[in-house]
């Protein structure tokens, strides 16, 4: 089992930036994907982004079409830590944003075999 932690949540104002740390533990594995998801009050939770773990497929990358070119995933192997920066933030973006691990390359919740207790995020109007 990875025990995943996440910080770096907080309150920002539209147009503002948060930069989210997910610090993975235990069990690691060298063939897998680590991902973010969000899940705001009242709605399932959703994707936001994935990145493979596996050396050998280098840092591949994938965002959900609400969070493209706003923002960005990046792992530090050495720290086993996975980074979210998110930039030019909306209301929209509310949510608790979740870290998880898993070994499918997924956009889905049932791909993902360990998973933080999340951080909320809250962005103002």
């Known amino acids: 089992q990875v025990q995943l932690v996440e910080s770096g949540g907080g309150l920002v104002q539209t147009g503002g930036s948060l930069r989210l740390s997910c610090a993975a533990s235990?069990?690691?594995?060298?063939?897998?994907?680590m991902a973010w998801f969000r899940q705001a009050p009242g709605k399932e939770r959703e994707f936001v982004a994935h990145i493979s773990v596996s050396y050998w497929r280098g840092a591949s990358t994938n965002y959900a079409d609400a969070v493209k070119g706003r923002f960005t995933i990046s792992r530090d192997a050495a720290q086993n830590t996975v980074i979210l920066q998110m930039n030019s933030l909306k209301p929209e973006d509310t949510a608790v944003y979740f870290c998880?691990?898993?070994?499918?390359?997924?956009?889905?919740?049932?791909?993902?075999?360990?998973w933080g207790q999340g951080t909320q995020v809250t962005v103002s109007s």
């Open positions: 998880a691990a898993g070994r499918l390359r997924s956009t889905k919740t049932d791909d993902y075999d360990d």
């Open positions: 235990g069990r690691t594995f060298s063939n897998g994907f």
